[in-house]
Protein backbone atom coordinates (compact mmCIF):
# COMPACT_ATOMS: atom_id res chain seq x y z
CA UNK A 1 0.00 0.00 0.00
CA UNK A 2 1.28 3.44 -0.82
CA UNK A 3 -0.66 5.51 1.90
CA UNK A 4 0.93 7.58 4.54
CA UNK A 5 1.10 6.76 8.03
CA UNK A 6 -1.64 8.60 9.55
CA UNK A 7 -3.71 6.46 7.11
CA UNK A 8 -2.02 3.13 7.63
CA UNK A 9 -2.43 3.70 11.61
CA UNK A 10 -6.20 4.26 11.37
CA UNK A 11 -6.93 1.45 8.34
CA UNK A 12 -3.90 -0.90 7.78
CA UNK A 13 -5.04 -5.09 8.37
CA UNK A 14 -9.11 -3.70 8.05
CA UNK A 15 -9.68 -4.98 5.03
CA UNK A 16 -11.87 -8.27 6.01
CA UNK A 17 -15.46 -7.95 6.33
CA UNK A 18 -16.04 -8.42 10.27
CA UNK A 19 -18.43 -10.37 12.22
CA UNK A 20 -22.03 -9.31 11.33
CA UNK A 21 -20.89 -6.34 9.69
CA UNK A 22 -19.06 -4.45 12.76
CA UNK A 23 -17.46 -1.31 11.48
CA UNK A 24 -14.70 -1.86 14.39
CA UNK A 25 -12.27 -4.93 14.62
CA UNK A 26 -13.79 -7.72 17.15
CA UNK A 27 -11.84 -9.35 20.05
CA UNK A 28 -12.19 -12.51 19.13
CA UNK A 29 -12.41 -14.53 22.76
CA UNK A 30 -12.08 -17.84 21.69
CA UNK A 31 -9.52 -20.41 22.28
CA UNK A 32 -9.97 -22.32 19.28
CA UNK A 33 -11.90 -22.78 15.90
CA UNK A 34 -14.47 -25.16 14.73
CA UNK A 35 -14.81 -27.24 11.30
CA UNK A 36 -17.81 -29.02 10.01
CA UNK A 37 -15.46 -30.37 7.34
CA UNK A 38 -12.19 -32.60 8.21
CA UNK A 39 -10.50 -32.24 5.24
CA UNK A 40 -10.88 -28.39 5.64
CA UNK A 41 -9.32 -28.71 9.02
CA UNK A 42 -6.33 -30.49 7.89
CA UNK A 43 -6.15 -27.88 5.10
CA UNK A 44 -5.81 -25.03 7.43
CA UNK A 45 -4.15 -26.93 9.75
CA UNK A 46 -1.27 -27.56 7.11
CA UNK A 47 -1.68 -23.96 6.34
CA UNK A 48 -2.80 -24.48 2.59
CA UNK A 49 -5.79 -22.52 2.88
CA UNK A 50 -6.25 -19.46 5.51
CA UNK A 51 -7.87 -19.91 9.07
CA UNK A 52 -6.73 -20.01 12.45
CA UNK A 53 -7.21 -23.47 14.48
CA UNK A 54 -5.63 -22.39 18.21
CA UNK A 55 -5.33 -19.21 19.34
CA UNK A 56 -1.95 -19.64 20.91
CA UNK A 57 -0.61 -19.86 17.37
CA UNK A 58 -3.00 -17.32 15.63
CA UNK A 59 -6.18 -15.30 16.04
CA UNK A 60 -8.03 -13.09 14.29
CA UNK A 61 -7.87 -10.16 16.07
CA UNK A 62 -3.50 -10.97 16.70
CA UNK A 63 -3.64 -10.79 13.19
CA UNK A 64 -5.12 -7.38 12.27
CA UNK A 65 -2.55 -6.34 14.71
CA UNK A 66 0.11 -7.40 12.99
CA UNK A 67 -0.99 -6.19 9.56
CA UNK A 68 -0.99 -2.99 10.89
CA UNK A 69 2.25 -2.84 12.60
CA UNK A 70 3.73 -4.43 9.88
CA UNK A 71 2.23 -1.91 7.34
CA UNK A 72 3.48 1.20 9.64
CA UNK A 73 7.00 -0.24 9.44
CA UNK A 74 6.96 -1.46 5.61
CA UNK A 75 7.26 -5.07 6.30
CA UNK A 76 6.68 -7.94 5.08
CA UNK A 77 5.38 -9.61 8.09
CA UNK A 78 5.30 -9.66 12.03
CA UNK A 79 4.67 -11.42 14.44
CA UNK A 80 3.09 -10.45 17.89
CA UNK A 81 4.27 -11.38 21.33
CA UNK A 82 2.73 -11.13 24.77
CA UNK A 83 5.19 -8.21 26.05
CA UNK A 84 8.20 -6.69 24.35
CA UNK A 85 10.62 -8.88 26.38
CA UNK A 86 8.81 -11.66 25.00
CA UNK A 87 9.37 -10.41 21.73
CA UNK A 88 13.03 -9.52 22.02
CA UNK A 89 13.94 -12.86 23.94
CA UNK A 90 11.52 -14.77 21.11
CA UNK A 91 14.00 -13.56 18.36
CA UNK A 92 17.04 -13.57 20.15
CA UNK A 93 16.21 -17.17 21.26
CA UNK A 94 15.05 -18.50 17.30
CA UNK A 95 18.06 -16.84 16.02
CA UNK A 96 20.94 -17.72 17.71
CA UNK A 97 22.18 -21.14 19.55
CA UNK A 98 25.04 -23.06 20.31
CA UNK A 99 28.45 -21.42 18.82
CA UNK A 100 26.69 -18.48 17.62
CA UNK A 101 27.94 -15.17 18.27
CA UNK A 102 25.80 -11.62 18.61
CA UNK A 103 27.23 -8.39 18.43
CA UNK A 104 25.01 -5.35 20.26
CA UNK A 105 25.60 -2.29 22.60
CA UNK A 106 26.24 -1.56 25.86
CA UNK A 107 23.12 0.79 26.12
CA UNK A 108 20.36 -1.74 25.50
CA UNK A 109 17.18 -1.67 27.45
CA UNK A 110 18.04 -3.09 30.83
CA UNK A 111 15.85 -6.68 30.30
CA UNK A 112 17.82 -6.92 26.96
CA UNK A 113 20.97 -6.59 28.79
CA UNK A 114 19.92 -9.08 31.28
CA UNK A 115 19.37 -11.71 27.80
CA UNK A 116 22.79 -11.23 26.77
CA UNK A 117 24.63 -11.20 29.99
CA UNK A 118 22.87 -14.16 32.03
CA UNK A 119 20.46 -16.14 29.30
CA UNK A 120 22.23 -16.41 26.65
CA UNK A 121 25.53 -17.40 27.25
CA UNK A 122 23.87 -20.43 29.46
CA UNK A 123 22.80 -21.50 25.58
CA UNK A 124 26.28 -21.44 24.49
CA UNK A 125 25.90 -18.24 22.22
CA UNK A 126 29.07 -15.71 22.68
CA UNK A 127 28.11 -12.03 23.24
CA UNK A 128 29.96 -9.02 23.00
CA UNK A 129 28.85 -5.93 23.93
CA UNK A 130 30.58 -2.62 22.68
CA UNK A 131 30.38 0.87 23.90
CA UNK A 132 27.23 2.76 22.14
CA UNK A 133 29.39 5.54 21.12
CA UNK A 134 31.81 3.99 19.60
CA UNK A 135 30.70 3.21 15.63
CA UNK A 136 34.30 1.95 14.85
CA UNK A 137 34.43 -0.58 17.72
CA UNK A 138 30.93 -2.01 16.67
CA UNK A 139 32.22 -2.45 12.98
CA UNK A 140 35.66 -4.01 14.42
CA UNK A 141 33.50 -6.53 16.33
CA UNK A 142 30.84 -7.57 13.57
CA UNK A 143 34.10 -7.99 10.96
CA UNK A 144 35.08 -10.78 14.01
CA UNK A 145 32.38 -12.28 13.17
CA UNK A 146 28.37 -12.09 13.58
CA UNK A 147 25.55 -14.20 13.50
CA UNK A 148 23.08 -11.42 14.90
CA UNK A 149 23.82 -7.55 15.22
CA UNK A 150 21.10 -6.26 17.96
CA UNK A 151 20.68 -2.27 17.82
CA UNK A 152 18.46 0.13 19.94
CA UNK A 153 18.37 3.40 19.02
CA UNK A 154 17.59 6.29 20.42
CA UNK A 155 18.74 4.12 23.93
CA UNK A 156 17.27 4.39 27.14
CA UNK A 157 18.23 6.39 29.10
CA UNK A 158 21.03 8.89 27.73
CA UNK A 159 19.59 8.93 24.12
CA UNK A 160 22.17 7.82 22.43
CA UNK A 161 21.80 6.87 18.67
CA UNK A 162 23.25 4.61 16.59
CA UNK A 163 24.12 5.52 12.35
CA UNK A 164 21.55 2.75 11.56
CA UNK A 165 22.52 2.68 7.75
CA UNK A 166 26.24 2.24 7.88
CA UNK A 167 25.80 -0.65 10.50
CA UNK A 168 23.53 -2.63 8.86
CA UNK A 169 25.96 -2.31 5.99
CA UNK A 170 28.59 -3.67 8.50
CA UNK A 171 26.03 -6.43 9.40
CA UNK A 172 25.11 -7.78 6.41
CA UNK A 173 29.29 -7.26 5.38
CA UNK A 174 29.72 -9.86 8.13
CA UNK A 175 26.18 -11.74 6.88
CA UNK A 176 24.44 -11.22 10.11
CA UNK A 177 20.82 -10.58 10.69
CA UNK A 178 20.66 -7.02 12.04
CA UNK A 179 17.57 -6.30 14.48
CA UNK A 180 16.70 -3.20 15.54
CA UNK A 181 14.77 -2.01 18.54
CA UNK A 182 12.34 1.08 17.63
CA UNK A 183 10.50 1.34 20.44
CA UNK A 184 11.47 4.95 21.66
CA UNK A 185 11.75 6.55 17.84
CA UNK A 186 8.39 4.13 16.79
CA UNK A 187 7.86 3.71 12.73
CA UNK A 188 6.46 7.49 12.68
CA UNK A 189 9.84 8.84 13.49
CA UNK A 190 12.25 6.30 12.09
CA UNK A 191 11.93 3.10 9.86
CA UNK A 192 14.85 0.82 10.75
CA UNK A 193 13.83 -1.29 7.69
CA UNK A 194 14.28 1.30 5.29
CA UNK A 195 17.72 1.77 6.80
CA UNK A 196 18.76 -1.77 6.07
CA UNK A 197 17.37 -3.74 8.86
CA UNK A 198 16.48 -6.94 8.36
CA UNK A 199 13.78 -7.22 11.83
CA UNK A 200 12.37 -4.30 14.05
CA UNK A 201 11.04 -5.09 17.37
CA UNK A 202 8.93 -3.09 19.38
CA UNK A 203 7.56 -2.96 23.27
CA UNK A 204 4.03 -2.18 22.36
CA UNK A 205 3.81 -1.59 25.96
CA UNK A 206 5.05 2.01 25.21
CA UNK A 207 4.36 4.13 22.40
CA UNK A 208 2.56 2.29 20.20
CA UNK A 209 -0.19 1.22 23.13
CA UNK A 210 0.20 5.18 24.45
CA UNK A 211 -2.28 4.75 27.02
CA UNK A 212 -0.33 2.61 29.74
CA UNK A 213 -3.32 -0.14 29.94
CA UNK A 214 -1.90 -2.89 27.95
CA UNK A 215 1.33 -4.74 27.71
CA UNK A 216 2.45 -6.29 24.08
CA UNK A 217 5.39 -6.66 21.67
CA UNK A 218 6.01 -7.66 17.99
CA UNK A 219 8.89 -8.14 15.25
CA UNK A 220 8.28 -7.26 12.13
CA UNK A 221 10.80 -7.85 8.91
CA UNK A 222 11.97 -10.08 6.15
CA UNK A 223 9.15 -13.00 6.10
CA UNK A 224 11.64 -15.84 6.34
CA UNK A 225 12.92 -14.90 9.54
CA UNK A 226 9.86 -13.43 10.93
CA UNK A 227 8.22 -17.27 9.95
CA UNK A 228 11.41 -18.60 12.18
CA UNK A 229 10.32 -16.40 14.73
CA UNK A 230 6.57 -17.34 14.64
CA UNK A 231 7.36 -20.65 15.20
CA UNK A 232 9.84 -20.08 18.07
CA UNK A 233 6.25 -18.50 19.54
CA UNK A 234 4.07 -20.78 18.39
CA UNK A 235 5.52 -23.75 20.58
CA UNK A 236 7.10 -21.68 23.26
CA UNK A 237 3.67 -19.71 23.67
CA UNK A 238 4.30 -15.71 24.47
CA UNK A 239 1.08 -15.28 22.64
CA UNK A 240 -0.52 -12.10 22.89
CA UNK A 241 -4.19 -12.11 24.43
CA UNK A 242 -6.62 -11.21 21.85
CA UNK A 243 -7.54 -8.46 24.28
CA UNK A 244 -4.39 -6.85 24.40
CA UNK A 245 -4.07 -6.74 20.48
CA UNK A 246 -7.63 -4.81 20.91
CA UNK A 247 -6.71 -2.45 23.28
CA UNK A 248 -3.22 -1.58 21.30
CA UNK A 249 -5.49 -1.65 17.21
CA UNK A 250 -7.62 1.04 19.17
CA UNK A 251 -4.66 2.99 20.15
CA UNK A 252 -2.98 2.69 17.03
CA UNK A 253 -5.63 4.53 15.42
CA UNK A 254 -3.94 7.95 16.75
CA UNK A 255 -0.30 7.23 16.63
CA UNK A 256 0.64 9.45 14.15
CA UNK A 257 -1.56 12.26 15.67
CA UNK A 258 0.28 11.28 19.90
CA UNK A 259 4.22 10.72 18.36
CA UNK A 260 3.88 14.16 16.60
CA UNK A 261 2.49 15.66 19.79
CA UNK A 262 5.00 14.05 21.61
CA UNK A 263 7.60 15.23 19.61
CA UNK A 264 6.76 18.95 19.85
CA UNK A 265 6.82 18.42 23.25
CA UNK A 266 10.19 17.00 24.47
CA UNK A 267 11.82 19.25 21.74
CA UNK A 268 10.37 22.46 23.08
CA UNK A 269 10.70 20.95 26.69
CA UNK A 270 14.80 20.18 25.89
CA UNK A 271 14.80 23.55 24.53
CA UNK A 272 13.54 24.96 27.33
CA UNK A 273 16.03 22.70 30.38
CA UNK A 274 18.83 23.52 28.40
CA UNK A 275 19.09 27.00 29.31
CA UNK A 276 17.22 26.10 33.13
CA UNK A 277 19.81 27.31 36.02
CA UNK A 278 18.93 24.15 37.80
CA UNK A 279 20.10 21.28 34.97
CA UNK A 280 23.34 20.28 34.60
CA UNK A 281 23.00 18.75 31.45
CA UNK A 282 19.83 17.51 28.69
CA UNK A 283 20.36 14.65 26.53
CA UNK A 284 17.80 14.74 23.79
CA UNK A 285 18.59 14.00 20.29
CA UNK A 286 16.72 16.69 18.60
CA UNK A 287 19.21 19.32 20.07
CA UNK A 288 21.71 20.44 18.67
CA UNK A 289 24.10 20.02 21.32
CA UNK A 290 23.48 16.12 21.25
CA UNK A 291 27.14 14.54 19.74
CA UNK A 292 24.94 12.41 17.13
CA UNK A 293 22.58 14.79 16.20
CA UNK A 294 23.85 15.15 12.64
CA UNK A 295 23.22 11.17 12.66
CA UNK A 296 19.53 11.24 14.16
CA UNK A 297 18.40 14.31 11.50
CA UNK A 298 19.36 12.36 8.45
CA UNK A 299 17.47 8.83 10.15
CA UNK A 300 14.40 10.00 12.02
CA UNK A 301 11.33 12.64 11.20
CA UNK A 302 11.24 13.70 14.73
CA UNK A 303 13.15 12.47 17.88
CA UNK A 304 10.86 11.12 19.76
CA UNK A 305 8.74 12.13 22.90
CA UNK A 306 11.78 11.03 25.48
CA UNK A 307 14.15 13.17 26.79
CA UNK A 308 16.32 12.73 30.22
CA UNK A 309 17.96 15.71 32.23
CA UNK A 310 20.49 16.13 35.12
CA UNK A 311 19.54 18.24 38.19
CA UNK A 312 22.09 20.33 39.69
CA UNK A 313 22.39 18.32 43.47
CA UNK A 314 22.79 15.32 42.71
CA UNK A 315 19.98 12.37 43.78
CA UNK A 316 18.76 14.82 47.01
CA UNK A 317 17.51 16.59 43.85
CA UNK A 318 15.69 14.42 42.16
CA UNK A 319 14.17 13.17 45.46
CA UNK A 320 12.74 16.70 46.07
CA UNK A 321 12.24 17.69 42.64
CA UNK A 322 10.08 14.99 40.95
CA UNK A 323 7.48 14.23 43.60
CA UNK A 324 6.32 18.03 43.16
CA UNK A 325 5.54 17.49 39.29
CA UNK A 326 1.63 17.36 38.94
CA UNK A 327 1.30 16.81 35.65
CA UNK A 328 3.93 13.41 35.82
CA UNK A 329 3.05 9.87 37.14
CA UNK A 330 6.38 9.18 38.81
CA UNK A 331 6.36 5.46 36.90
CA UNK A 332 8.62 2.92 35.74
CA UNK A 333 6.60 3.32 31.97
CA UNK A 334 7.06 5.71 29.07
CA UNK A 335 5.47 6.47 25.57
CA UNK A 336 1.97 7.05 27.31
CA UNK A 337 -0.58 10.48 26.81
CA UNK A 338 -0.11 11.34 29.86
CA UNK A 339 3.97 12.73 31.08
CA UNK A 340 5.62 10.08 33.25
CA UNK A 341 8.86 10.19 35.02
CA UNK A 342 11.68 8.52 36.69
CA UNK A 343 14.98 7.96 37.47
CA UNK A 344 17.12 5.44 35.82
CA UNK A 345 17.65 4.11 39.36
CA UNK A 346 14.41 2.97 40.23
CA UNK A 347 12.86 2.54 35.86
CA UNK A 348 15.61 1.10 33.36
CA UNK A 349 18.96 0.05 35.16
CA UNK A 350 17.08 -0.62 38.60
CA UNK A 351 19.02 -3.83 38.76
CA UNK A 352 22.12 -2.05 38.37
CA UNK A 353 24.48 -0.59 41.31
CA UNK A 354 25.13 3.37 41.44
CA UNK A 355 28.64 2.10 40.46
CA UNK A 356 28.18 0.00 37.46
CA UNK A 357 25.11 3.18 36.55
CA UNK A 358 28.32 5.88 36.79
CA UNK A 359 30.62 3.28 34.44
CA UNK A 360 27.83 3.56 31.74
CA UNK A 361 27.67 7.24 31.81
CA UNK A 362 24.21 7.04 33.80
CA UNK A 363 24.78 9.58 36.69
CA UNK A 364 22.28 9.39 39.68
CA UNK A 365 20.88 13.14 39.15
CA UNK A 366 19.36 11.70 35.77
CA UNK A 367 15.61 11.87 35.41
CA UNK A 368 14.00 10.05 32.37
CA UNK A 369 10.90 12.16 31.03
CA UNK A 370 8.31 10.87 28.96
CA UNK A 371 6.34 13.69 27.44
CA UNK A 372 2.85 13.43 27.02
CA UNK A 373 0.36 15.28 25.06
CA UNK A 374 -0.73 17.84 27.19
CA UNK A 375 -0.27 21.57 26.37
CA UNK A 376 3.62 22.04 26.56
CA UNK A 377 3.31 25.46 28.47
CA UNK A 378 1.47 23.60 31.06
CA UNK A 379 4.54 20.98 31.19
CA UNK A 380 6.67 23.36 31.39
CA UNK A 381 5.36 25.55 34.24
CA UNK A 382 4.99 22.68 36.21
CA UNK A 383 8.87 21.87 35.49
CA UNK A 384 9.91 25.40 36.75
CA UNK A 385 7.64 25.10 39.70
CA UNK A 386 9.05 21.94 40.68
CA UNK A 387 12.91 22.73 39.81
CA UNK A 388 12.62 25.83 42.62
CA UNK A 389 13.37 23.57 45.60
CA UNK A 390 16.98 22.98 43.91
CA UNK A 391 20.19 25.43 44.68
CA UNK A 392 20.76 27.02 41.29
C1 LIG B 1 9.97 -1.28 27.79
C2 LIG B 1 10.97 -1.63 26.75
C3 LIG B 1 11.19 -2.96 26.40
C4 LIG B 1 10.46 -4.12 27.08
O1 LIG B 1 9.10 -4.10 26.82
P1 LIG B 1 7.99 -4.79 27.78
O2 LIG B 1 6.74 -4.62 27.01
O3 LIG B 1 8.03 -4.05 29.08
O4 LIG B 1 8.39 -6.20 27.96
C5 LIG B 1 12.12 -3.23 25.41
N1 LIG B 1 12.80 -2.24 24.80
C6 LIG B 1 12.62 -0.94 25.13
C7 LIG B 1 13.43 0.10 24.43
C8 LIG B 1 11.71 -0.59 26.12
O5 LIG B 1 11.55 0.70 26.45
Known amino acids: MGYGDGTLSVWAGEN ?55 SLERAEAATAFATGMAAISGTLHALLGPGDRVVSVKDTYGGTTKLFLEFL ?36 PTLKVLDLERLATAGHAAGAVVVVDNTFATPINQRPLELGADLVVHSATKFLGGHADALGGI ?37 HLRVERQNAN ?53 RAVLPRLELAHLAANLGAVETIVGPPATTSHVEMTADERAAMGIPESLVRYSAGVEDVEDLIADLDQALDVVDQ
Not at 146 to 151: A, F
Not at 225 to 251: C, K, M, Q, W
Request: overall charge negative; some cysteine.
Open 266 to 318: ALTIARHLEEHPAIEGVFYPGLESHPHHDIAARQMKGFGGVLSFSIRGGFDAV
Open 121 to 156: PRNGVDVDLIDTDDHDAIEAAVAKGCDVLYLESPTN
Open 16 to 70: EPTWERATQVPIVQSVSFGYEDVDEWISVALGETPGHIYSRNTNPTVAVFEERIA
Open 219 to 255: VCGIQELVDRIYHYREINGATIDPFAAYLLLRSVKTL
